[in-house]
C-alpha cells in the first residue's frame, strides 16, 4: 500500500470541507471500515450531521484529497446533544450547555499519520467555538490500535475524566460488530474533555 508523499510547506495537499449529503455514503463506507460494521447508516449519519449545525455553521468535516474523501470528523454543537449515564457531568470543567461533543472521526488508513486528524479537529474546535461551545468531550476507543484514539485525543491536550467499561456494549444487540470483539463488545472508552 503506498503512502502519501507529504512534504513540509505552510499547504497541505487535503481539502476540508464541511460534511455535506453529497459525502454521506462514502462516510459511512469509511466508518463501518474503521469502526465495524452497522456503527453507521446512511439515516444515522444524517442525524448525527444535524446536531452539529448551528447558527448557519456545521462542525462537521471530511479531509478530500484528489476528489477522495480520505477522513471525516462528526461534532456535536453544546446544546445538540444529551449527556447519557457515560458522561461524568459533575466532573466536566464546564457547564452542560457549553460543552460540545465529539462523536466519531476516522482516517483511511493509507492516510494516517500526516495530521489529517488533528487538521479536522481543529477546524471542527473552531466552528464549535464560533457556535458558542468552551469545551469537547469524546468517548475514545481505548483498545483501538496502538492506543490511537486516546493518544491521538491526549495529543490535542484533552484529560481524562472517567474510563467506562463496555461502553459500546449495548450496540452489539442492535447490529454493531466490534472489529476487535466480534460478537458482544466488551471495549472501553476513555471519557475526555477538550477545553477550548
Given at each position: 500500500m503506498q503512502k502519501l508523499k507529504i512534504t513540509p510547506s505552510n499547504t497541505t495537499p487535503w481539502q476540508l470541507c464541511p460534511l455535506e449529503p453529497e459525502f454521506f455514503q462514502v462516510v459511512v463506507s469509511l466508518a463501518n471500515k474503521v469502526h465495524g460494521e452497522g456503527y453507521l447508516t446512511l439515516n444515522s449519519l444524517a442525524s448525527m450531521v444535524a446536531r452539529g449545525c448551528l447558527a448557519g455553521k456545521n462542525a462537521s468535516y471530511v479531509a478530500v484529497l484528489e476528489d477522495k474523501v480520505v477522513a471525516y470528523r462528526l461534532s456535536f454543537a453544546a446544546g445538540q446533544w444529551q449527556p447519557d449515564q457515560w458522561c461524568s457531568v459533575?466532573?466536566?470543567?464546564?457547564?452542560?450547555?457549553?460543552?460540545?461533543?465529539?462523536?466519531?472521526?476516522?482516517?483511511?488508513?493509507?492516510?494516517?499519520?500526516?495530521?489529517?486528524?488533528?487538521?479536522?479537529?481543529?477546524?471542527?474546535?473552531?466552528?464549535?467555538?464560533?457556535?458558542?461551545?468552551?469545551?469537547?468531550?469524546?468517548?475514545?476507543?481505548?483498545?483501538?490500535?496502538n492506543n490511537s484514539a486516546v493518544r491521538y485525543f491526549s495529543k490535542a491536550g484533552a484529560t481524562l475524566v472517567a474510563i467506562h467499561e463496555n461502553r459500546w456494549q449495548h450496540l452489539s444487540a442492535q447490529g454493531y460488530i466490534c472489529p476487535r470483539c466480534d460478537a458482544l463488545c466488551s471495549c472501553s472508552a476513555a471519557e475526555m474533555v477538550l477545553m477550548f
Amino acid at each position: 500500500m503506498q503512502k502519501l508523499k507529504i512534504t513540509p510547506s505552510n499547504t497541505t495537499p487535503w481539502q476540508l470541507c464541511p460534511l455535506e449529503p453529497e459525502f454521506f455514503q462514502v462516510v459511512v463506507s469509511l466508518a463501518n471500515k474503521v469502526h465495524g460494521e452497522g456503527y453507521l447508516t446512511l439515516n444515522s449519519l444524517a442525524s448525527m450531521v444535524a446536531r452539529g449545525c448551528l447558527a448557519g455553521k456545521n462542525a462537521s468535516y471530511v479531509a478530500v484529497l484528489e476528489d477522495k474523501v480520505v477522513a471525516y470528523r462528526l461534532s456535536f454543537a453544546a446544546g445538540q446533544w444529551q449527556p447519557d449515564q457515560w458522561c461524568s457531568v459533575a466532573d466536566w470543567p464546564v457547564n452542560t450547555t457549553t460543552m460540545a461533543y465529539f462523536k466519531s472521526v476516522a482516517v483511511s488508513q493509507q492516510f494516517q499519520g500526516y495530521g489529517i486528524g488533528q487538521a479536522l479537529l481543529q477546524q471542527s474546535i473552531r466552528v464549535l467555538k464560533q457556535q458558542g461551545a468552551e469545551g469537547g468531550l469524546a468517548h475514545l476507543w481505548r483498545e483501538s490500535p496502538n492506543n490511537s484514539a486516546v493518544r491521538y485525543f491526549s495529543k490535542a491536550g484533552a484529560t481524562l475524566v472517567a474510563i467506562h467499561e463496555n461502553r459500546w456494549q449495548h450496540l452489539s444487540a442492535q447490529g454493531y460488530i466490534c472489529p476487535r470483539c466480534d460478537a458482544l463488545c466488551s471495549c472501553s472508552a476513555a471519557e475526555m474533555v477538550l477545553m477550548f
